[in-house]
């Protein structure tokens, strides 16, 4: 069992930037790769990035692409989101995932474990 954990939401005006930390507890949780969904209201939970167990290898969906950052500290079981030039539209619920995949898969069904999710809001 594996068990994450969200912070660093909040409400942050269009240009902005925030930090959400993914922290997991739990046995085996460190040695995975991690992916980061949101969810805006009344939309589906989409895909936003993910990184491999090792930090080597980070993976961006278009739409974040230049402006988000993943990274994480295997030493604390954290994985990082780090969110620059922040858009009205990047308003949501941010999700940190954990696979047994290889490689962090866009699909959410192919993760077996989620974080409560924390809000993100950017106002124009």
């Known amino acids: 069992q594996v068990q994450l954990a969200e912070s660093g939401g909040g409400l942050v005006q269009a240009g902005g930037s925030l930090r959400l930390s993914c922290v997991a507890s739990g046995r085996a949780a460190s040695p995975y790769p991690m992916g980061w969904f949101r969810q805006a209201p009344g939309k589906e939970r989409e895909f936003v990035g993910g990184?491999?167990?090792?930090?080597?290898?980070?993976y961006y969906t278009d739409f974040v692409k230049g402006r988000f950052t993943i990274s994480r500290d295997n030493a604390k079981n954290t994985v990082y989101l780090q969110m620059d030039s922040l858009k009205p539209e990047d308003t949501a619920v941010y999700y940190c995932?954990?696979?047994?995949?290889?490689?962090?898969?866009?699909?959410?069904?192919?993760?077996?474990?989620w974080g409560q999710g924390t809000q993100v809001t950017v106002s124009s």
């Open positions: 990184i491999s167990w090792s930090g080597d290898s980070t």
């Open positions: 995932a954990f696979t047994t995949l290889r490689v962090p898969p866009t699909n959410r069904s192919q993760y077996k474990y």
